[in-house]
């Protein structure tokens, strides 16, 4: 089973999970303003996705911190670390394999139909 990670008051959240849904795709939420998210998960999705695409420097988390935590972030482990105390910096949704694997992240229509209904 798939694992959707997010916050469920956002609306590309919101988008992802009624498409998983009309398409019947079994998933798991994973709501990690909540429950949180350890800097290692967020690390493991940088094998399949760079760092500072994962970092969604258009949310309103990273425009509100400083210039100084800003500055902070130059590389995967910096980018882990600030994403797990920060989780609504994490661009989404991240939706892994029953694995663990990360297959896609952000929400793209043509994406989800190539990776989740082959």
């Known amino acids: 089973m798939l694992t959707l990670y997010g916050i469920p008051n956002c609306d590309t959240i919101k988008k992802a999970r009624t498409w998983l849904e009309k398409n019947k795709v079994a998933y798991q939420f994973y ?3 909540k429950d949180g998210i350890s800097p290692e998960k967020v690390s493991s999705w940088f094998s399949e996705f760079p760092w500072d695409k ?5 949310s309103t988390t990273w425009k509100e911190l400083s210039e ?3 500055a ?9 670390k600030l994403l797990s ?3 609504t910096a994490i661009k989404r949704p991240v939706i892994e394999d029953e694995n663990g ?3 896609t992240l952000g929400y793209n229509e043509k994406i989800y139909e190539e990776t989740y209904l082959k």
Do not use: G, I
């Open 31 to 33: 709501d990690y303003r």
């Open 54 to 58: 994962v970092l969604n420097k258009a």
């Open 68 to 70: 100084e935590e800003k």
């Open 72 to 80: 902070k972030v130059t590389d995967a482990k910096s980018a882990a």
């Open 85 to 87: 105390s920060n989780p």
């Open 101 to 103: 694997k990360a297959l």
